[in-house]
């Protein structure tokens, strides 16, 4: 633990620092798997990227000790060699158990376990004048900053520490593939199949309005005689979306049927990172390359979520697709789909049920407060999540217009965005969804005030951008940028050639300054 004591002083130093100034922060994790554009420089950043260790696993409790950089993959393999498995898995094996808790992740097993931050016991956390802290969801140690820090981006200090609940793992996983070919049957069959104590894992792939694929999962030790597994994350895989689209066809034929195939277990937890659910699909599109068997080989080493953020964020093509997470009532969700099928007609789309309901005292806390008064065993204590990925437009109002009109349907709906993405909301329409004054008494409470807020670090400010572009060299550049395919070719080349995309270079000025204080 003490290499841990002492990366946790460096990043108190730090926080005390930017505190005795009241400069606000940003804080630099190492990775990222947000769409949002890194305002990030070396002169306004806390550097917690030396945080990303497994420093424990308890077989006995069935808890890991983990630094909040450590990766969902390196998270997994740790709990593996010791037989346990998180409860709930990020589907991108990059996410980070800190990124999971302050960012808010729901997986196919959060049906189950709640999102991401409902199974973790407890967090240590650097609060904004450099105190460290401990912070637990169940015991009443601070339990108010503890749900204040879920889904809180870093707003109300630094995460340094989380334990994590951990569950038996086994071999395999049983996957059963069944369509459905109404919205009320994807439903009906997706709550049919998290009521069954038996399934381990639920979720699903929409493929359009009239045809959707059911994927229930079940923990296994054996493989039956005769069976080979079905593997996802080698390069002469399928995608395992495209790999469902052709267990579609054949269930097409007889809707009443079902698919088993038994998956290895990292395989099935990480079986969206080839490609990224699809949105990796789009990048051919982007470049007028063959999409086929052949190509999505000999380009793999670019399909795999980690390489597909770098890419990303440095070609700015984010601010051209839609990229959003909402999660919606289950009464609501076929009227949700009529909705996006007329406006937006976007297919596939991810369906993933997620239990928000909070079952632990004092739960009444930070932005999502009012999951503490949902009943967990009712159908409100649950939501439905869909993942929402693809063309948006190239006209950048028509752009921004979409996503607005999306949050608004959501927010019409009793819905949830999950904020990773961009947020297009006006500063009040922002606050109507989520619990201001909790947030605020917390903020308050814990001296963080004088940091930036959740709103400040999600939105889009459109006004900023619109004053930019009035000038000239601004101007200039977005027409030079807007040429096809220059964005996509400059992602491609910093992506090969490697460094850092997320940290921008300080302003030198204010280092000269800083050096003569």
Not at 117 to 137: F, M
Not at 204 to 222: E, P, Y
Not at 377 to 387: K, R
Request: glycine share 6%; with cysteine; proline share 4%.
């Amino acid at each position: 633990m003490q290499a841990h004591d002492n990366a946790v002083e460096a990043v108190a130093a730090q926080v005390r620092h930017f505190f005795e100034r009241k400069q606000p922060y940003r804080i630099y994790h190492g990775s990222t798997n947000s769409t949002r554009a890194s305002q990030r420089r070396r002169d306004n950043t806390v550097n917690t990227s030396a945080l990303n260790r497994v420093l424990t696993v308890n077989v006995s409790t069935k808890t890991a000790l983990v630094e909040p950089n450590v990766p969902t993959d390196a998270l997994v393999a740790a709990t593996l060699e010791h037989g346990l498995v998180p409860l709930v898995v990020m589907e991108f094996p990059g996410i980070t158990v800190g990124g999971g808790f302050s960012g808010t992740s729901g997986e196919s097993s959060s049906y189950r376990y709640g999102i991401f931050d409902n199974t973790i016991n407890w967090i240590e956390i650097v609060l904004p004048n450099g105190h460290v802290s401990k912070a637990s969801r169940a015991t009443g140690e601070n339990t108010d900053l503890f749900w204040g820090a879920a889904s809180a981006f870093g707003t109300l200090g630094v995460v340094t520490l989380l334990e994590v609940q951990l569950r038996e793992a086994k071999p395999y996983v049983r996957l059963t593939y069944s369509m459905r070919d109404t919205v009320a049957g994807v439903n009906a069959k997706i709550r049919e199949e998290t009521a069954d104590e038996r399934v381990d894992y639920v979720d699903a792939i929409m493929f359009s309005k009239d045809s959707a694929v059911v994927c229930s999962g079940q923990l296994t030790d054996t493989l039956p005689e005769g069976t080979s597994p079905r593997r996802l994350t080698r390069s002469r895989d399928p995608w395992f979306y495209i790999h469902v689209r052709r267990l579609q066809k054949r269930l097409q034929s007889n809707p009443s049927s079902e698919i088993t195939e038994f998956i290895p277990l990292v395989d099935y937890l990480f079986r969206y990172d080839r490609g990224g659910f699809w949105v990796a699909e789009y990048a051919f599109q982007y470049f007028i390359t063959p999409f086929n068997r052949i190509t999505r080989f000999l380009l793999d080493p670019f399909m795999h979520t980690r390489t597909m953020y770098r890419a990303l964020h440095q070609s700015g093509l984010a601010d051209h697709y839609l990229v959003q997470d909402v999660g919606i009532p289950y009464d609501k969700v076929a009227e949700f789909v009529d909705w996006l099928d007329d406006a937006f007609h976007i297919y596939p789309l991810w369906l993933c049920p997620l239990k928000i309901a909070r079952d632990t005292p004092d739960a009444h806390h930070g932005l999502h407060s009012e999951f503490a008064e949902l009943d967990p065993d009712s159908e409100a204590g649950g939501i439905m999540n869909f993942g929402i990925w693809g063309p948006g437009s190239f006209n950048r109002r028509e752009f921004i217009e979409k996503n607005r009109v999306l949050e608004r349907k959501v927010q019409e709906l009793g819905g949830k965005k999950w904020l990773y993405a961009h947020a297009y909301y006006t500063e009040e329409e922002f606050w109507a969804q989520y619990d201001r004054k909790s947030y605020d008494a917390l903020r308050t409470k814990y001296g963080a005030n004088w940091m930036p807020s959740v709103y400040d670090k999600v939105k889009v400010d459109i006004d900023a951008e619109e004053r930019k572009l009035r000038e000239w060299k601004p101007w200039l550049l977005a027409l030079f940028w807007s040429v096809w395919p220059l964005k996509g070719l400059y992602g491609v080349l910093m992506t090969i050639l490697g460094g850092d995309y997320l940290l921008r270079k300080s302003n030198q000025v204010e280092m000269l300054k800083e050096h003569n204080e």
